[in-house]
């Protein structure tokens, strides 16, 4: 299936470090997405990236996709204890017979520690 | 505009009972996914619904459905309760195809099953 793989499960960093994130996929795609999950709570987005772009930025966040590795990356920089959360990434699974359907990843879990 | 709601927030039940979650998306929104979340499996695909039809379905028996309405408010019902079926359950909403659009999604309904 397309599901997406995080890199790593888990990462914990001091405040002010920067957090990178990795996600592979199996299939094409026309897009990718990342979203934050606090503890217990629903996702929040935070990029979406299409297939024809390399790289995005929003605030502290930004996205990098690689479409011949099939491969995405989240850079956080400056991290703060707020950031503390899970990040998934999220693909469409382009031509397949699921168009339009999303397959989010297992998650990285962040940890920032003050 | 008001976000994703989801009812009931906490919902114990026991085995054998059948549930009905309530899901109303974002005004305007047409799309409506349902997420199963455990620390074991992760967020697993249920169901996205697009103008009330069942576009694309995960792999979950049949003990699980849904529908959604004309006003786009969306339910999903799970007979015969398991154990297993312990989990957070997560709609989205989002103006198009799940896949190609940013998820808007609600705080979840907590499921126990005793």
């Known amino acids: 299936s397309q599901q997406g793989e995080e890199d790593p499960q888990a990462l914990s960093i001091q405040e002010g470090e920067n957090a990178t994130m990795n996600c592979s996929y199996k299939t094409s795609i026309n897009n990718l997405q990342w979203y934050r999950q606090n503890s217990g709570r629903g996702l929040v987005h935070l990029i979406l990236?299409?297939?024809?772009?390399r790289e995005k930025h929003s605030g502290r966040l930004r996205v990098t996709l690689d479409t011949s590795k099939k491969s995405s990356s989240l850079l956080i920089t400056a991290s703060r204890a707020a950031d503390t959360a899970s990040y998934f990434c999220?693909?469409?699974?382009?031509?397949?017979?699921?168009?339009?359907?999303?397959?989010f990843g297992r998650g990285t879990q962040l940890t920032v520690w003050p | 505009k008001a976000g994703v709601t989801q009812t009931p927030r906490y919902l114990i039940k026991t085995r054998g009972q059948q549930v009905t979650l309530s899901c109303s998306p974002i005004?305007?929104?047409?799309?409506v996914s349902w997420y199963q979340q455990t620390p074991g499996q992760g967020l697993q695909f249920l169901f996205e619904?697009?103008?009330?039809?069942?576009?694309n379905k995960g792999n979950f028996p049949g003990r699980f459905s849904g529908r959604q309405f004309s006003n786009s408010r969306s339910e999903m019902n799970v007979s015969t309760l398991e154990l297993g079926d312990s989990a957070l359950y997560l709609c989205?909403?989002?103006?198009?195809?799940?896949?190609?659009?940013?998820?808007?999604f609600g705080p979840g309904t907590r499921l126990t099953v005793l």
């Open positions: 005004s305007g929104h047409r799309s």
């Open positions: 989205a909403s989002s103006f198009g195809l799940a896949g190609s659009n940013e998820q808007f």
């Open positions: 990236i299409r297939s024809n772009e």
């Open positions: 619904y697009f103008s009330e039809t069942q576009r």
């Open positions: 999220a693909t469409d699974d382009w031509g397949g017979s699921t168009l339009g359907r999303l397959y």
